[in-house]
């Protein structure tokens, strides 16, 4: 009798484990049938559409991992609107950080006086007390005529920018030698690119350690900023005078989790973009002496000898401007946006059905032939103000209302930072490394930039 009972049992139950992967199964089948008109690869699996391919892209340490290429590849081929399948999920690609717009309005106008002009203009003591930090190390590097890895010292810049600057706190990275926050921040990076790519990877015991190790620098981050952030509301409390920064508009924040998810989001994308883009600038003009030459001498006839670089200065670098956007736009840091569709739209002749994730890609348009003559040349003056500008295929910041609320901090920062470097040293690149692109969530110079360093003669 029991026997007999539990034989019925496993025999409903499997029916009902059928039928519910049956049901998947034609639900999958629609959503493929609704999108299909869209032009795209063939689907790696039926279920789980193009996840392996995506898969063998995961080690993040790879050059220009096959994620990379393969979405390279099919703007190519398949044209600038192409669909991409993981699951029941679809993601449209369109080669031209989703919110809900409601909460992303008004995230938007609690952040925007934190980077308003005359805040902004403030900093300029920030941006120069932090850039003299490093020409001073590189001072001592250049006296004991040892390669360094550029990348490395102007994450340290970085980073003490953005923590003085937005939030109050001076760590003087040049004077440390075992700070875990630079480490951090690549291990969070890592850890999102990882989850976006493998669905599974958490799944697996030898990737266990991994998760582990992000899980700690995520904890770092936001007891770090649990702690700035009390700090704050204590001297706020007090009556003291505090500076209108990020972290002040962070406290205005009512959820106590959103705080601590914007500080580490400023935190992370305050420091490790500007980096990159600096890395890769050195880069580019260790790898174009006349492109360095013409740069050096803008900044020298600006500058002359004086030390301190005033804000009207950053106005008048106009070549080193163009530097800084044709470095962005060979080597986006953030490689692209996305934004969800809540209804029907139509991209370039394709109806794209709603409520799917569409995904701009500005690396892949930024190289394409069609918006850019020679594109995988460095080339300043498509950037010149008589130069011939076309819209929508150059958004390393985005565009639209969404743009990057940092992007001009950014770019002031980057400015001072390279035009001092250009005033006081001369670098060169050491021979035979390597000059690619390595994603780790935002896409780094593989090397990390190793140069020689003189002083100015």
Avoid at 171 to 186: C, G, H, I, R
Avoid at 202 to 208: A, E, M, Q, R, S
Avoid at 310 to 320: A, C, N, P, Q, R
């Amino acid at each position: 009798m029991i026997s007999e009972w539990v034989s019925c049992m496993m025999f409903y139950l499997l029916a009902a484990v059928f039928c519910a992967v049956l049901t998947y199964c034609m639900y999958v089948h629609h959503v493929h049938q609704k999108y299909d008109h869209i032009p795209g690869p063939p689907r790696d699996s039926f279920l789980l559409g193009h996840i392996p391919t995506f898969s063998r892209g995961h080690v993040v340490e790879r050059v220009l991992s096959t994620v990379t290429v393969f979405v390279f590849l099919r703007a190519e081929k398949y044209g600038p609107v192409y669909r991409l399948n993981s699951f029941h999920y679809v993601v449209i690609k369109v080669h031209l950080t989703a919110m809900d717009h409601d909460d992303w309005y008004r995230q938007r106008r609690i952040m925007d006086p934190a980077f308003s002009s005359t805040y902004l203009r403030s900093l300029m003591g920030t941006f120069n007390e932090m850039s003299e930090r490093l020409m001073d190390h590189l001072e001592e590097i250049a006296d004991t005529k040892t390669p360094v890895i550029m990348h490395d010292l102007v994450n340290c810049v970085t980073l003490d920018v953005i923590c003085k600057a937005a939030f109050g706190v001076d760590l003087n990275l040049f004077k440390q030698t075992d700070s875990p926050f630079q480490k951090a921040v690549e291990q969070c990076l890592k850890g999102m690119v990882f989850y976006l790519r493998d669905p599974f990877f958490t799944l697996f015991p030898k990737n266990w350690k991994t998760v582990q190790q992000t899980k700690d620098a995520t904890e770092l981050l936001r007891k770090t900023g649990k702690k700035w952030i009390q700090k704050r509301k204590t001297a706020i409390e007090n009556g003291e005078d505090v500076p209108k920064d990020i972290l002040t508009q962070i406290l205005k924040t009512a959820d106590h989790e959103l705080m601590l998810d914007n500080f580490v989001t400023f935190f992370i994308a305050g420091q490790e973009t500007t980096a990159n883009q600096l890395s890769f600038a050195i880069m580019e003009l260790g790898r174009q002496p006349e492109i360095y030459k013409r740069a050096k001498a803008e900044v020298d006839e600006i500058l002359g000898t004086k030390r301190n670089i005033s804000y009207e200065d950053l106005g008048k670098f106009t070549y080193l401007s163009q530097v800084l956007k044709e470095t962005l736009r060979l080597y986006p840091t953030a490689p692209g946006t996305s934004r969800w569709l809540h209804e029907d739209m139509v991209i370039n002749g394709l109806k794209i059905p709603g409520s799917c994730a569409v995904i701009f890609s500005s690396y892949v348009s930024q190289r394409l032939e069609k918006f850019f003559k020679d594109p995988l040349k460095f080339d300043p003056e498509r950037f010149d103000v008589n130069a011939p500008k076309p819209y929508y295929c150059y958004y390393p910041f985005a565009l639209g209302p969404r743009t990057c609320l940092g992007q001009v901090f950014s770019q002031m920062e980057a400015k001072v930072v390279l035009a001092k470097l250009l005033q006081r040293f001369e670098f060169s690149l050491v021979p035979e490394q390597s000059f690619d692109i390595k994603d780790t969530g935002t896409l780094r110079p593989k090397s990390g930039v190793i140069c020689n360093i003189k002083h100015c003669s």
